[in-house]
């Protein structure tokens, strides 16, 4: 009678192993249609076309590659320069209005690149408030593509530099502190501890920066990407020569996927997931330039927001705006709810198999992120010849193929916000219950329960970075689908220039409710 229990619960396991192969398959198969049918597709029209390689005998062509490679790695070194710093301060130092100004400092990644740029126009265009002839020159520039881009981007770096460094081990950080003080410590043991979520910020920037359409066609700076999107959604249509064009940015992010999983993969997760913020002494005392430092990060980060607010009830857009505006706010949240649900889904699955060190969950965390950091044109290409098809046009003409591109851009970072929470869980209580004979379905409970804010945090993650997105949205959105952002990106070319504004403030507090949202249900309670 004794054994009755133990053999039961041994035959029900057995009788249940289809259910974690059958669930993992199915997440997987979410990414999967997301992600393989527009790369499969781009590379069949490569094939397919005569004479391929005709437009890479131009020099110029190889020049404005070479171009926009320097511009987004300078993006990248300069947010690095200075977001690693700042992450470390914000992280790791005494700071009054801490959480305030850190809050402040990220709040301009949540929007697209291209809103802040129409901020600093409005400061520092010609006719800007604090504008002339010589700044107007500087903003209409690669200095200012530059250095605009690391306004809006620099945050992802000190967001990230953060995480990792309070990760860290207290024991590791307090015993260097005494041997050689608070700078030392931070070089020699923080950031090399944060390393991996450097890394994975720096390609993050990279990615983001190269890709990025509206600011360099607002700012008339020639980019590589542009090239590609002229040939599928300007007066130059040849989606065939698109296909071809897009060729050496496949290759970019291959290399982009090699260095990410070179310098950090599996170890980022662990960095993300590890420690948090518990109550530990800060590394630096405070020092009034420190407040100083956080005042002028936060300041630089709501200057461009601020302005657009401005510029908005000056010129009256705020009271016309609704003229303007269709139904672009309701198929942002319908197209970005339901990308980030199925992102969710599939996250919840393959973040807990990534966490494990599960062969499907880290093979599917490689594509998710080989597809994040494709530039948006590749995935337009892609999914225009995969789905516009007689057979499929009931998903390629309605708002369901924003959601197929949006879960095939930001997938990966659903995933990765799931794996690094389950990461801190101990891993002797799913082989604990594997041994007492529970299911597939209720380790999986256990695991996620023990992790609850995290499909929260996935969840509002991959809804903002839907909102924000302005490349996939431009290319493929379908007739009367239009979201927000690309509303604003046409209307900014021949819309009132108030309207343009009010609109960019809509999208704005649209954003920002979401993440205040996210941020009141992942706070942490006062326990009764």
Partial sequence: TGLAAPLGQALTAAGGRWQGPVVVATAAAVILIAVVPPLIATFGQVIGAKDVLAPFATAQLWLLLARSLALAAAVTALSLVVGVPLGILFARAHLPLQRLLFAAHLSILFLPPFLPTLGWFHVFGRDGYLGGPLSAAILFSDVGLVLVLTNALLPAVTALTAIGARGIDASLEEAARVAGGPWRAAAFVVVPTAAPAIALAGVIVFALAFSELGVPMFLRVDVYPELVFSRLGGMDFAPGEAAALALPLVVLAAALLWIEQRLAGGRAVAAL????????????????????????????????????????????????????????????????????????????????????????????????????????????????????????????????????????????????????????????????????????????????????????????????????????????????????????????????????????????LITFMAVGLAWFALRPRASA
């Fill in 273 to 508: 997931g590890g420690g948090g913020l518990g109550v530990r002494a800060p590394l630096f005392a405070f020092r009034p330039w420190m407040l100083g430092v956080g005042l002028i990060a936060a300041s630089i980060s709501l200057a461009p927001i601020a302005a657009l607010l401005v510029h908005g009830a000056e010129r009256g857009g705020l009271l016309e705006a609704g003229r303007w505006i269709g139904a672009a706010p309701v198929n942002s949240l319908l197209a970005s709810s339901l990308a980030a649900t199925f992102m969710v889904m599939a996250g919840a699955i393959l973040g807990v198999s990534l966490a494990r060190q599960g062969v499907v969950g880290v093979w599917l965390d490689r594509i998710a992120v080989l597809a994040f950091v494709l530039p948006a044109a590749i995935l337009g290409v892609g999914i225009a010849y995969a789905w516009n098809r007689p057979a499929t046009n009931w998903l390629y003409a309605s708002v369901l193929v924003l959601v197929v591109a949006y879960v095939a851009r930001y997938s990966a970072l659903a995933t990765r916000t799931v794996a690094a929470a389950v990461a801190q869980t101990p891993r002797s209580l799913d082989d604990a219950a594997r041994t007492v004979g529970a299911g597939y379905f209720d380790r999986l409970r256990l695991q996620l329960g023990m992790a609850p804010q995290a499909l929260i945090g996935a969840f509002a993650l991959a809804l903002v970075f839907s909102l924000r997105d302005l490349e996939t949205a431009v290319l493929l959105y379908p007739p009367g689908g239009e979201p927000l952002t690309a509303r604003i990106f046409t209307l900014e070319a021949n819309g009132p220039a108030g309207v343009v504004s009010a609109l960019a403030a809509l999208h704005m």
